[in-house]
């Protein structure tokens, strides 16, 4: 019994006693505004469409980075120039609905899509959570440097026909019974 | 006009203080609560966070006072007062320095007890009249609690009046010139100390309030400026228990003579306001029974033992 109310009281005076040394121990907070905390260059913030080398727009409007989105926050309409290259006539990220999954970035065969390690995307209106293509487009190649869809696909445009690509075998002539 | 016990001025200077300290003591205790928990606590609002109460009683006063319909409207508003008149009327004789003070009373001990039997009457109405069945809960501890907690922090309050032989509190500081009372007291200490943080219901006691369990017991129904007053009332009383026990167990004002016993009085009542604080920040909750049976079975009569063996030494050196 003696014992028993010794090793409390002991217990309780430690208790307090660690407690109260943490006052002069470092603290585990963070100041964030005023103290930025380091990003991961994968981390998957803001989405953004890139550009290829040339300037011109990645994106082909395939529509499977919104078939791959769980949220259905993507939406976009194909369209397409006279050369024959594809194109999104608009595309439209809904950020209010988006949780940066990055499904979209890996479905896209073309290296469009990307997510960035931004994450200061806070609006006090809700439709500002919306962005719209022009919002998206950035002025670079993003992750992917030299990739270049329209330079490897097998997709006729103008000024490169069947089998010119990179790495392209010549189109095969189905009607042949040669090899 | 002048500072002398129970003029205007010395009234109004107390008042001005205590709820001072009591409204500053809410970013205090956040704060260092906070650093207890290996946080930074709010530091955004003026120099280090100082302006924080400002900030809190802006927010206060601009919600919504509300009175739920189906509440006791004449009981319900009057509980907050009953609690904030109670606590601010007992440091009426709390002697803060030799020329200082509301009252000089023969029975400044007892005074504060009867208020702190008056503030149950508080939280029961406040319960009550919410008609809110975590309300009734908490009201229902709190009664339970209170009365059952007065009557050993009286008890352990008698072996200082008996060593002293008076009532006044003036007269407790000036009999501790020789030596504080913590040191034939120590045990009347720890049971007041741990009777007072019950009284207050402070974090380790605070089974009336309970977030985790019953909302905020007695006062879930209450808002705004009522709330605000239940909130202050406790910083006030956490504020008159460490006043309290640097009266009877710590020699009040006594102190070297290189600073005013004023300032003696409060180094001594902050650093048991730190303390309480750190009880809140380490010490968990007990059980309602187990808070129960260790007030009825243990601290009883180990306060009855302690009244005993301190008359029978007063006697026995006589």
């Not at chain 2, 352990?156 to 003036?170: K, P």
């Amino acid at each position: 019994m003696i014992k028993l109310i010794v090793d409390t009281l002991l217990s309780q005076i430690r208790t307090l006693w660690l407690v109260f040394i943490k006052l002069f121990q470092k603290k585990d907070t963070v100041e964030y505004p005023d103290q930025q905390p380091y990003m991961f260059p994968r981390w998957r913030g803001r989405i953004i469409l890139s550009r290829d080398p040339d300037g011109e727009e990645r994106c082909v409007a395939c529509n499977l980075c919104a078939v791959a989105c769980p949220v259905d926050c993507i939406a976009l309409q194909k369209g397409e120039m006279e050369d024959g290259r594809w194109y999104p006539e608009f595309f439209r990220i809904n950020f209010s609905r988006c949780i940066m999954c990055g499904f979209c970035e890996e479905a896209c065969p073309t290296n469009a899509i990307q997510l960035t390690p931004d994450f200061e995307m806070a609006e006090y209106v809700r439709q500002d959570m919306v962005w719209e293509k022009e919002d998206l487009l950035i002025e670079g190649t993003g992750k992917y440097h030299d990739y270049n869809f329209y330079r490897v696909a097998g997709k006729k445009i103008e000024g490169k026909d069947k089998g010119e690509a990179l790495n392209e075998a010549p189109p095969v002539d189905v009607r042949s019974l040669l090899p | 006009m002048s500072l002398e016990i129970g003029s205007p001025l010395t009234i109004g200077l107390i008042l001005l203080v205590v709820i001072g300290t009591a409204a500053m003591l809410i970013t205090v205790e956040r704060r260092l609560l906070g650093f207890w928990q290996e946080r930074l606590g709010p530091n955004r609002v003026g120099w280090f966070g100082s302006l924080q109460v400002v900030a809190d009683m802006i927010k206060i006063f601009t919600k919504e006072d509300w009175i739920p319909p189906f509440a006791d409207k004449f009981s319900f508003v009057i509980a907050p007062g009953i609690i904030m008149s109670a606590v601010l009327l007992s440091f009426a004789v709390i002697p803060f320095a030799p020329d200082i003070g509301v009252i000089d009373s023969n029975i400044g001990v007892l005074f504060v007890l009867a208020m702190a039997s008056l503030g149950a009457y508080s939280v029961m109405l406040g319960g009550l009249s919410s008609d809110n069945k975590y309300a009734l809960l908490g009201s229902l501890r709190a009664a339970a609690q209170m009365v059952s907690y007065e009557v050993f922090m009286g008890i352990s309050l008698l072996g200082v009046v008996a060593l002293t032989g008076s009532f006044n509190m003036r007269e407790i500081v000036e009999a501790q010139t020789d030596g504080w009372y913590i040191i034939p007291q120590f045990i009347g200490f720890v049971i007041f100390l741990i009777a007072g943080v019950a009284e207050s219901h402070r974090l380790p006691f605070d089974i009336p309030e309970a977030e985790q369990e019953i909302c905020a017991g007695y006062h879930t129904e209450y808002s705004g400026m009522k709330f605000g007053m239940f909130f202050v009332a406790e910083y006030i009383g956490l504020v008159l228990i460490s006043s309290l026990i640097t009266v009877l167990f710590f020699g009040g004002w006594l102190g070297p003579s290189f600073l005013p016993p004023i300032i003696w009085f409060f180094v001594k009542a902050s650093a048991f306001i730190g303390f309480f604080i750190l009880m809140r920040a380490a010490v968990p909750r007990p059980r309602y029974d187990q808070l129960m049976s260790y007030g009825w079975l243990f601290l009883l009569p180990l306060s009855l033992v302690n009244l005993l063996v301190t008359g029978v030494i007063i006697l026995s050196t006589q």
